[in-house]
């Protein structure tokens, strides 16, 4: 696992897609049922970008959620808090 965190009485356990498998059979060893196993894909660098490029890129992420045939939506924009607050 590369990153381990508590919080409000859970953990989430961070794993490169390869030791995914390996990380779940060694919680199962341990005798700990996960409560969820998902694979999610997290950027390995982020974009920070003004507001109207927020937005626009945002209002592509929503209508691509709301796409029947789309499963999962992923992006690498960085909202800092300045942009975050013009929102």
């Given at each position: 696992?590369?990153?381990?965190?508590?919080?409000?009485?859970?953990?989430?356990?961070?794993?490169?897609?390869?030791?995914?498998?390996?990380?779940?059979?060694?919680?199962?060893?341990?005798?700990?049922?996960?409560?969820?196993a998902?694979?999610?894909?997290?950027?390995?660098?982020?974009?920070?970008?003004?507001?109207?490029?927020?937005?626009?890129?945002?209002?592509?992420?929503?209508?691509?959620?709301?796409?029947?045939?789309?499963?999962?939506?992923?992006?690498?924009?960085?909202?800092?808090?300045?942009?975050a607050?013009?929102?």
């Amino acid at each position: 696992a590369e990153n381990i965190e508590r919080e409000e009485g859970y953990y989430t356990i961070t794993c490169p897609f390869e030791a995914f498998g390996a990380v779940s059979a060694a919680l199962t060893a341990l005798g700990l049922e996960p409560e969820g196993a998902e694979l999610e894909r997290i950027p390995g660098n982020t974009v920070a970008t003004d507001v109207e490029t927020a937005q626009r890129v945002l209002k592509l992420v929503d209508a691509l959620e709301e796409d029947d045939d789309v499963a999962a939506v992923y992006h690498n924009l960085e909202l800092t808090e300045e942009v975050a607050a013009q929102l």
